[in-house]
């Protein structure tokens, strides 16, 4: 015998929902004007919104793609990484978020530093890639700065560095801290040797990169709109007890007060990094540099800009 009886069908499975035909991630919406942008288009136009000019943010690779002619570039030290000096923990180790960063970008750090051809000169630029624990600096980055300036000193080409950081790595204390002064000694060195170098700043640039390279440029440019700064808005309003003004620590507010020399449209960054490079003396080098006489064996110019490969410092 049963005690309970179902009267009532079960109940019945939802149908199937149909599969949606459009695959994911193939729109992206502005969030300056919540316009539906369609990936192709938003890649074609550099990742600007078309109809309100939003620069979205973009990697270190597709930084170095859009700058360098034919998107063509030897990147150099590659394979640095961290030790993790300070067996630094927070709500997790920071080796194992050097670890998952790692795998998340393909990079062993938040710095790619590449040499190529930006409209026929040859030229040094690192770029700085946010999605590794936001484009922080620690010693890796400052090391490798440090050494792309030494190659542009040793090609004799002009340095642009594109900043995106959300500072110095707190994982790293005051060794992190110490890259500020090695890079402004270094690009101290590159102005002594009359070698030009332009900053750009993108969004966000702030901390102690704003302290220290980011605002030492021959050139300092930002892209539209892009937050620069120390401190955070925020500590600032509680620090100085005041209302902050509008558009505060935005390019356009900076330019404005002085702070940056130009704000210029990601789509014509390019063009104007080479025409202020060929201003100030960047010139085109034909290669082969020597021409070889006749019946001389043909040998290959050497190249200061190829990459040896050789560590200089552990
Ligand atoms: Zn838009």
């Known amino acids: ?25 193939l729109w992206s919406k502005c969030p300056g004007c919540s316009q539906l942008i369609y ?33 063509v570039w030897v990147e ?74 030494e190659r542009a000193i040793d090609a004799r080409c002009p340095l642009a560095i594109v900043c995106c950081s959300g500072g110095a790595r707190m994982m790293e204390g005051a060794l992190s801290l110490m890259q500020m002064a090695k890079i402004c000694a270094a690009l101290a060195r590159l102005d002594r040797e009359r070698l030009p170098f332009i900053s750009v ?9 704003t302290a220290s390279f980011a605002m030492l440029g021959d050139l300092n440019i930002a892209e539209p709109k892009a937050l620069i700064g120390f ?15 509008e558009g505060f620590q935005r390019s356009e507010f900076l330019l404005e007060k002085g702070m940056i020399d130009l704000v210029v449209d990601r789509r014509e960054m390019k063009a104007t990094i080479a025409s202020a490079f060929r201003f100030m003396g960047a010139r085109p080098r034909l290669q082969p540099r020597s021409v070889p006489t ?4 043909l040998v290959p110019a050497p190249d200061p800009l190829r990459d040896e490969g050789a560590p200089r410092l552990p």
């Not at 288009?41 to 597709?62: E, M, Q, W, Y």
Request: proline letters at 6%; glycine letters at 10%; aromatic letters at 4%.
């Open 1 to 25: 015998m049963v005690w309970f009886k179902k009267t009532s069908k079960p109940i019945a499975a939802p149908a199937k929902v149909k599969a949606s035909r459009v695959p994911e991630g």
């Open 39 to 71: 990936h192709k288009d938003l890649t074609a136009n550099l990742s600007v919104c078309p109809k309100c000019a939003h620069h979205f943010r973009i990697g270190a690779a597709d930084r170095l793609r859009m700058l360098f002619d034919d998107g």
């Open 76 to 149: 150099h030290d590659r394979d640095l990484v961290s030790t993790d000096p300070l067996q630094f923990t927070d709500t997790k180790p920071y080796k194992a978020r050097l670890t998952s960063s790692i795998a998340a970008t393909g990079l062993k750090d938040a710095l790619i530093v590449g040499s190529g051809r930006v409209d026929g000169s040859p030229t040094v630029i690192a770029a700085m890639e946010y999605a590794f624990i936001g484009g922080s600096m620690g010693v890796v980055v400052g090391e490798k700065i440090a050494r792309a300036i």
């Open 201 to 209: 700043l993108t969004d966000p640039t702030t901390g102690g990169v």
């Open 231 to 245: 401190a955070g808005p925020r500590v600032i309003e509680q620090t100085i007890r005041q209302k902050l003004p």
């Open 294 to 297: 006749a019946g001389a064996e």
